[in-house]
């Protein structure tokens, strides 16, 4: 048979480890998808430069347009990043009659909906399991091996930048600052950090999670995004003292009002597995009804895993080429006539504990505001301490202290009503610090 021949749109990490690994395991690769793969045609920005991989055989072209109407071509893998000229190239590519294998969360978060629907009337398969985790196969985990499930929620460690960067704080008891300019000379970070650090990255890949877990439509602009930039090492060390770790993740879980859709910095208890995920690694916890609580582990980002992850895409629509569209794995899960419009529950409807860092002046009587005015929100507490603030141990403010609460779940409109009563007492010298709380336990 005919080798299959792909198109690649850019040849930078991702591209030149796809190319690297297509040809290192050609002859594995060939044995599992039953023909050839070869790639036959790459774009790139300009294609003297120096690349991490041969590109002898390869027509290269400095115009994607080339590529995705290349007749040659039967699959087109986008690997150019953004959501403006990669829109673009997919769509084309799929009226061409093309499948797409694609690694960009962002154009699959945002513009998700719209190319599955061309792709379907086209019949042809778009595949994004590099675009969330990297190498960790997460996509296919989730939409087959767990199709047996109602899927409960799922919590990922889905940036490996923002895992990093808090690792690094907990661990060597750095700035933010330093560590971040670390991240980006070693070449984690998106082109601007604050996708990173802000959660725009996390959201999209929470958005893709979300839709194939519970079948529901894509839908980025609802998610709550809330970045890592103003976490101090002084609540690192003190959830610490506690038992907990902060951890950037990415929640979404099915209630019975609708699905909580989140990125925020979030205490978890040292002892759960996805605890322990440090550095730039990814992990996603996903608890099933039938299954219970599973976790998958692995490297987020780099030229070879996610080059592993697209190569499989790549297999994957390899095999099924001469299939029947109808009889094939829905792009998001659930027929694409199934997706529900179950509500995105707002942040102020979310149910989560909290961790609470509130500095106040040392009076008679501010304890017990404090805990009645929680109280009254109907907002149990779990534990307190009283810490002397770093300030106090170096001999000045001394009429001042710290006090970390942590409460039970509550719904987050009732904490924020709490909030805005205890940040106008007059012996409250900063507004609180708040930081959500989740036990991730197995019920
Ligand atoms: N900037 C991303 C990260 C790369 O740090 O995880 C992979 O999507």
Not at 241 to 253: A, D, V
Request: some cysteine; overall charge negative.
């Amino acid at each position: 048979m005919e080798p299959v021949k792909i198109g690649l749109l850019g040849l930078g990490t991702v591209g030149g480890g796809t190319v690297n690994v297509l040809r290192r395991n050609a002859e594995e690769i060939s044995r599992r998808a039953g023909r050839d793969i070869i790639v036959s045609h790459a774009s790139a920005r300009d294609i003297n430069k120096p690349r991490i991989c041969q590109t002898d055989g390869i027509q290269l072209t400095e115009d994607p347009i080339n590529v995705v109407t290349d007749p040659e071509v039967s699959i087109v893998v986008e690997l150019i990043g953004g959501d403006t000229l990669a829109r673009e190239l997919v769509l084309k590519a799929i009226a061409n009659g093309k499948h797409v294998v694609t690694a960009n969360k962002a154009l699959i978060a945002k513009h998700g909906n719209e190319i599955f629907s061309a792709a379907q009337k086209k019949g042809v398969m778009v595949a994004f399991e590099a675009a969330v985790a990297g190498g960790i196969p997460i996509i296919k985990a989730i939409r087959e091996g767990l199709a047996g499930n109602q899927i409960e929620w799922l919590a990922g460690i889905i940036n490996g930048t923002g895992n990093f960067i808090l690792t690094e704080m907990r661990d060597k008891q750095r700035d933010f600052d330093s560590v971040l300019a670390e991240a980006q000379r070693l070449g984690y970070a998106e082109a601007d950090p604050t996708f990173d650090v802000e959660g725009i990255d996390a959201a999209h890949k929470l958005t893709i999670l979300a839709s194939i877990a519970f079948g529901i439509p894509l839908q980025f602009k609802k998610v709550y995004t809330e970045g890592i930039s103003k976490i101090t090492g002084e609540d690192v060390d003190y959830a610490s003292e506690l038992g907990f770790t902060i951890k950037h993740l990415g929640l979404s879980r099915r209630t019975e009002q609708g699905v909580e859709l989140r990125v925020h910095p979030t205490l978890i208890p040292k002892r759960r597995l996805i605890a322990n995920v440090d550095g730039v690694m990814n992990a996603v916890l996903v608890k099933g009804d039938a299954v219970g609580p599973t976790l998958y582990y692995g490297a987020g980002a780099g030229a070879e895993p996610t080059a592993s992850a697209v190569v499989g895409d790549i297999v994957d629509v390899v095999r099924v080429l001469t299939s029947d569209p109808e009889n094939r794995v829905p792009h998001l899960a659930f027929q694409p006539e199934s997706l529900s419009d179950f509500p995105i529950l707002p942040i102020s409807e979310v149910e989560t504990a909290y961790y609470l860092r509130i500095s106040a002046s040392d009076q008679t009587g501010v304890m017990a505001n404090i805990t009645r005015i929680l109280a009254d929100s109907g907002i149990s507490i779990d534990s307190m301490l009283q810490k002397e603030p770093v300030a106090d141990l170096a001999g000045s403010n001394t009429d001042s202290a710290t006090i970390i609460i942590v409460t039970h779940t509550t719904i987050e409109k009732n904490m924020d009503e709490a909030l805005a009563k205890i940040n106008t007492l007059d012996a409250i010298n900063n507004d609180v610090v708040r930081i959500r709380l989740e036990h991730l336990d197995a019920d």
